[in-house]
């Protein structure tokens, strides 16, 4: 599966922002997480039907994932977004829906967030 995501950029404290990833096929899609220094890390994840959704438990009610299921795309919104968001975000795919990242067998190039304060 082949993955692009795109969306990201500089912005301030408190602002939003939509982050995109177009895949060609229909997949189970997570969006996870790195920023330097740090691991990689899971945010949310769509199922291919987009009837089901897991988020990670420090962005619930900040972010939403969905999906335009004819596009084959899945979104990433982030509200109300802090400097400790600053981070490559990465989309990927899996064969289920889950939040672990070794499941996840396709890797979007990743797009950098900054946060400014």
């Known amino acids: 599966v082949q993955l692009q995501a795109s969306g990201g950029g500089l912005v301030q404290a408190g602002s939003s922002l939509r982050l995109s990833c177009t895949a060609s096929d229909k997949k189970d899609m997570g969006w996870f997480r790195q920023a330097p220094g740090k691991e990689r890390g899971f945010l949310a994840a769509i199922s291919w039907r987009g009837t089901s959704r897991y988020y990670a438990p420090s962005v619930k009610g900040r972010v939403t994932i969905s999906r335009d299921t004819g596009k084959n795309t899945v979104y990433l919104q982030m509200d109300r977004l802090k400097p400790e968001d600053t981070a490559v975000y990465y989309c990927?795919?899996?064969?289920?829906?889950?939040?672990?990242?070794?499941?996840?067998?396709?890797w979007g190039q990743g797009t950098q967030v900054t946060v400014s304060s």
């Open positions: 990927a795919a899996s064969d289920k829906l889950t939040t672990e990242l070794e499941a996840y067998h396709s």
